[in-house]
């Protein structure tokens, strides 16, 4: 398969499960069920460590991918230089 053809298809199944993880919640809410956020809030209470690192290591991920470099090929200002 080519590259392209699965990076598509990952990030259609990653947000495919945003949204049903999001369908969840707010199903949970509204029929007084118990959300996910609530066992998010636990095991964040139950281990503040792990979660912190974590966090992290998500906030690194997606600042290397949201922010590229300021000059080359995949720079905002089109600098190629």
Do not use: C, K, N
Not at 11 to 34: K, M, N, P, V, Y
Not at 35 to 56: E, K, L, N
């Amino acid at each position: 398969m080519r590259l392209d053809v699965i990076f598509s298809a990952t990030a259609t199944g990653f947000f495919g499960a945003i949204f049903l993880l999001l369908a969840f919640e707010s199903w949970a809410l509204l029929t007084g069920q118990r959300p996910i956020s609530d066992y998010v809030h636990d095991t964040v209470r139950a281990y503040p460590g792990w979660a912190f690192a974590i966090s992290i290591v998500l906030g690194m991920l997606l600042g290397h991918f949201l922010w590229g470099p300021a000059r080359g090929a995949t720079s905002p200002s089109g600098d190629r230089g």
